[in-house]
């Protein structure tokens, strides 16, 4: 544990909060993607089955058991609550987000740190959070209107991974100079799918306009 992860556990907790705020205080999920919900589910199923097998800490149990949880509850707000589902963006949430699992898997069974269930799954879902932002990118772009709360998630959420990195490369200088390619590049790639977004977003707090990305 370091200040980078604990602020980048802290920013995706935020992130989380934020969601759930719109969810339940403007009971609407417009402009979030239900596709990148639903991968999230999958990432974290499959990065924290060692819930089960190995005990790290208090703090590291309650932080998989509340991110396992509210992705759960989210993708059952957006599927079956009366109100919020019919608010969901479905004709322009069309990315083909199974496509992405495939891949992904193949390449965490070729490319791994240990070739057993625990590490590839865990390695699988890395490459699958790197890319799980795409079909939620992509719907922004469609959408005419962001409003603040869809904005402020999504940088959040790119925030969270950038702070990870630096995690990850506090740890190699402050521990013991163990290179870790899995998480850095997986890090980098999904920390460049969001630079479009930072730009645009920054973009539009300096100049006080609404948040619009380039179809």
């Not at 800490?57 to 396992?68: E, P």
């Not at 005419?144 to 490369?169: K, S």
Request: aromatic share 18%; proline share 2%; with cysteine.
């Amino acid at each position: 544990m370091n200040l980078f992860r604990l602020a980048g556990d802290m920013t995706h907790l935020l992130s989380i909060v934020v969601l759930l705020l719109k969810i339940r205080t403007m009971k609407s999920c417009a402009g979030i993607s239900l596709k990148t919900q639903e991968l999230y589910i999958i990432v974290f199923v499959t990065r924290y089955l060692d819930l089960f097998t190995r005990y790290v800490s208090f703090y590291n149990t309650v932080m998989k058991l509340v991110f396992l949880g509210t992705s759960v509850a989210i993708v059952w707000y957006m599927r079956y609550h009366k109100v919020v589902k019919q608010t969901y963006n479905k004709d322009e949430d069309t990315f083909r987000h199974y496509f992405l699992i495939p891949p992904c898997f193949v390449l965490a069974l070729l490319i791994h740190r240990a070739f057993n269930v625990m590490e590839v799954l865990w390695t699988f879902s890395l490459y699958l959070e790197a890319v799980a932002i795409l079909p939620q990118l992509v719907l922004l772009q469609r959408s005419r209107n962001i409003d603040n709360l869809t904005g402020n998630y999504v940088f959040l959420l790119g925030a969270y991974r950038a702070l990870y990195l630096i995690n990850w490369i506090y740890r190699f200088f402050m521990e013991n100079h163990q290179v870790r390619w899995i998480p850095w590049l997986s890090g980098l790639v999904q920390t460049a799918l969001y630079a479009d977004f930072f730009y645009y977003y920054i973009q539009s707090w300096k100049n006080h306009k609404k948040l619009k990305l380039p179809a």
